[in-house]
C-alpha cells in the first residue's frame, strides 16, 4: 500500500526565518509530486509540481526537492511571512494510476507569527 | 480563467437520504477528480473521470457515484448517507498533458461541505 508521510504535523515559527517541510513516501516508482497549500475552508492550490525525472523546482520564495532513491521530497519557503500560514500538503502519484488518483499525506499546519 | 467552481458549498442532510455535488472544471480541462477529506482520513480519491468514462476509482463503496457530461461538469452523488460520510468534498480538474500522461498539475475548487445529521 503506497503511503505519503508528512512531518512534522504541525509547526510554528517567527516570521523571517527560513523553513522546510518534510514529506517521504514508500513508493519510490512515482510519476510526480505535487505540493499544495490549503487555507481553512478552501480548496488546495497547486504550488509546485516536480517530474520524477526532476531533482527540483522554484516558484519565488518556494522550492521543492525530489530525492526518488530515498522517498523524500522537501518543500523549502524562504523568508516566511504570516500569510504563509496554511496547512501545506505533498501527494504523489504513481505509474499505473490515473491523472486523477493522487495519493496525500495529512499535511504540515504552518504558523508563521507575526 | 474562471477556476473550478463547486455547488453548494454546504449541505446537511439527515441519514438515509441522498445527495448530489456538482463540479465545473476550468473550461478546456477534460479530467475531473473527486476526493473526500476528513480530519481522520485526511484526503482519499474517489473516483475520476475523462471524456464522460470513469477512468480510475478509489477504494469507496458502492453508494458512492459519479458521472460526467459532455461538457465536462461533473457530479457525484452519494445514497443511503451514513454520519461517517460527513466530510469536505473537493472536485479537481487537469488539462491532458501534451503526453497523455500526468505531467500536469490539478486545480481544486473550494470543495462542498457536507453534514450528516
Known amino acids: 500500500k503506497q503511503e505519503v508521510t508528512q512531518i512534522p504535523a504541525a509547526l510554528s515559527v517567527p516570521e523571517g526565518e527560513n523553513l522546510v517541510l518534510n514529506c517521504s513516501f514508500t513508493?519510490?516508482?512515482?510519476?510526480?509530486l505535487q505540493w499544495f497549500r490549503q487555507d481553512p475552508g478552501k480548496g488546495l492550490t497547486s504550488l509546485l509540481l516536480?517530474?520524477?525525472?526532476?531533482r527540483e523546482q522554484t516558484s519565488g520564495r518556494l522550492n521543492a526537492s525530489l530525492d526518488k532513491s530515498s522517498g523524500r521530497s522537501t518543500l523549502y519557503i524562504a523568508a516566511s511571512q504570516p500569510g504563509d500560514s496554511a496547512t501545506y500538503l505533498c501527494?504523489?502519484?504513481?505509474?499505473?494510476?490515473?491523472?486523477?488518483?493522487?495519493?496525500f499525506g495529512k499535511g504540515t499546519k504552518l504558523s508563521v507569527k507575526p | 480563467k474562471a477556476g473550478v467552481t463547486q455547488t453548494p458549498r454546504y449541505l446537511i442532510k439527515t441519514r438515509g437520504q441522498q445527495v448530489t455535488l456538482s463540479c465545473s472544471p476550468i473550461?478546456?480541462?477534460?479530467?475531473v477528480s473527486w476526493y473526500q477529506q476528513t480530519p481522520g482520513q485526511g484526503l482519499q480519491f474517489l473516483f475520476e473521470?475523462?471524456?464522460?468514462?470513469?477512468?480510475n476509482k478509489g477504494n469507496f463503496p458502492g453508494r458512492f457515484s459519479g458521472r460526467q457530461f459532455s461538457n465536462s461538469r461533473s457530479e457525484m452523488n452519494v445514497s443511503t448517507l451514513e454520519l461517517g460520510d460527513s466530510a469536505l468534498y473537493l472536485c479537481?480538474?487537469?488539462?491532458?498533458?501534451?503526453?497523455?500522461?500526468?505531467?500536469?498539475?490539478?486545480?481544486f475548487g473550494d470543495g462542498t461541505r457536507l453534514s450528516i445529521l
Open positions: 479537481a480538474s487537469s488539462p491532458e498533458g501534451v503526453t497523455g500522461a500526468m505531467d500536469q498539475p490539478q486545480h
Open positions: 513508493d519510490s516508482a512515482i510519476y510526480n
Open positions: 516536480i517530474q520524477s525525472s526532476q
Open positions: 501527494a504523489v502519484s504513481y505509474y499505473g494510476g490515473s491523472q486523477g488518483n493522487l495519493i
Open positions: 473550461s478546456g480541462h477534460r479530467s
Open positions: 473521470y475523462f471524456s464522460e468514462t470513469q477512468r
